[in-house]
C-alpha cells in the first residue's frame, strides 16, 4: 500500500497506530521535531516583531529583541529520538509588564483540528507533550487559544532539574463553547510562555471566554539574563493519554511546511529560472509551487540579489497568483523586449520566498 493511502479495512489502537503499523495524521503540530528550518538554515535570529522563526514556528513578542531563537541553541545533546530542538536564549533580565507577552508557538490550521469537534457538545479531549530543558526551574507555562482570542486554555508544568531534558504532558478537555475554525484559517494557536504579564495570564487548567497566553505564576525566561529554554517533540494528539511521538519522513514533514512557506535558493550564480521580457525595463517568470499552498501566497524577496543580463533587478513583485502558481516580476535596465532571459542569484543569500502562514 502506498504511504498514506488509507484502508478502512485497518484497525487502529489508542494511539492512533493501526494494526499494520501505519500512523495516519496523530500529530497536529507540524515540525515538532524542530528538524525544518527553511528561512534561517540554522543561524539564529533575534526576533524583533511577531515572525515566524523555525518553520510552523512563531514569535510573538510585545517588545523588541528579548530574545533569541535558533535550531539547537547551545549545542546540546538532544533528548533521544531527536536531532534538533528549538532553543531560546534570554538577552537581558527584562521586568514583564502586566500587558507584556513573549511566547513562542504554532498556529494550527482549522482543516487540521476539524475532527477535535470543539464549540460543540462532543468536543474531544487531546493531551499535549513535549521534551523540555531549560536554566531556570520552577513553574512554567502556556496556552490553546482560538482565533477571535476570545476562549483560551492556560495550563501550566514544572522542570524540576536545570539543564535536563524532561518531558511532560497535559491533558486538556475539549472546549464545548466558543468558535473554532475548521477552515483553512487559524484552528487554534498553541502558545508556550517565556514571559507574560498579568493581563494575559489565567488560572492553569479550565477554559476561559479570556484572552490568556500563559498560566499565571509562570517562570519569566527573558526576566534572566542568558536564561535558556529548549524543546522539542511537541505533539498535540486526540485522546487523553500522550503516546509516542509520531515521527514523519523528512521529505512529508517537510512537504507540510512547504503548505505555509516554502523558498527557492539556487546558489550563488546559479539560474533560478526563464524570464519573460516584455518591455526594456520589465520581465516576467512564472513559478510552480512544489506543494499546493494553504491559500495565495505573498512574495518574499530582495530585488537586488537578483540579475537579468547582467543587470541587478531594482524592484520584485507578484501577480495572477494562485495556491498553485504565481508569476513574478522583475524590473531592471537593458532588456531587449520579446527576448527570453534567465535569472540568475547574485550571492550565495540569494532568496525567493512564498509565504501563506496563518
Not at 531592471?332 to 532571459?341: C, P
Request: contains cysteine.
Amino acid at each position: 500500500m502506498p504511504y498514506g493511502t488509507v484502508n478502512a479495512d485497518l484497525m487502529t489502537t489508542s494511539d492512533g497506530v493501526s494494526s499494520s503499523g501505519l500512523y495516519g495524521f496523530k500529530n497536529r503540530i507540524i515540525n515538532g521535531a524542530m528538524v525544518i528550518d527553511q528561512r534561517n538554515a540554522g543561524a539564529s535570529v533575534t526576533p524583533t516583531g511577531n515572525q515566524f522563526i523555525l518553520d510552523r514556528w512563531s514569535a510573538y513578542i510585545t517588545q523588541s529583541s528579548k530574545f533569541s531563537v535558533q535550531q539547537n541553541a547551545g549545542s546540546v545533546t538532544p533528548p533521544a529520538g531527536f536531532t534538533k530542538y528549538l532553543g531560546v536564549t534570554s538577552l537581558s533580565a527584562y521586568s514583564i509588564g502586566a500587558g507584556d507577552i513573549f511566547t513562542i508557538g504554532q498556529p494550527i490550521e482549522g482543516l487540521n483540528i476539524s475532527d477535535f469537534g470543539w464549540g460543540t457538545a462532543t468536543a474531544a479531549t487531546v493531551t499535549l507533550s513535549f521534551w523540555v530543558r531549560s536554566s531556570l526551574t520552577g513553574t512554567f507555562g502556556g496556552s490553546i487559544i482560538n482565533s477571535a482570542f476570545n476562549r483560551s486554555y492556560p495550563f501550566s508544568y514544572t522542570i524540576s532539574a536545570a539543564n535536563t531534558w524532561e518531558q511532560k504532558s497535559i491533558i486538556i478537555a475539549g472546549d464545548t463553547s466558543g468558535t473554532w475554525l475548521t477552515t483553512n484559517g487559524v484552528g487554534l494557536y498553541l502558545t508556550i510562555g517565556l514571559g507574560v504579564g498579568s493581563t494575559y495570564s489565567g488560572t492553569a487548567g479550565s477554559w476561559s471566554g479570556s484572552q490568556y497566553w500563559s498560566a499565571t505564576g509562570a517562570t519569566s525566561v527573558v526576566g534572566t539574563n542568558g536564561a535558556t529554554f529548549y524543546i522539542t517533540g511537541v505533539q498535540l494528539e486526540k485522546g487523553s493519554v500522550a503516546t509516542s511521538f509520531d515521527y514523519r519522513p523528512y521529505g512529508t514533514e517537510l512537504a507540510l511546511c512547504k503548505r505555509y512557506y516554502q523558498i527557492m535558493q539556487p546558489g550563488n550564480g546559479a539560474v533560478l529560472n526563464l524570464i519573460s521580457l516584455y518591455s526594456t525595463t520589465h520581465g516576467e517568470s512564472p513559478f510552480k509551487f512544489d506543494t499546493e499552498m494553504r491559500s495565495a501566497p505573498s512574495l518574499v524577496a530582495t530585488a537586488s540579489q537578483w540579475s537579468i543580463g547582467g543587470s541587478t533587478a531594482s524592484s520584485i513583485g507578484i501577480n495572477n497568483v494562485s495556491s498553485y502558481v504565481a508569476t513574478v516580476d522583475f524590473t531592471a535596465t537593458g532588456f531587449t523586449a520579446g527576448q527570453v532571459g534567465v535569472i540568475k542569484a547574485t550571492g550565495a543569500g540569494s532568496v525567493i520566498g512564498f509565504s501563506s502562514e496563518l
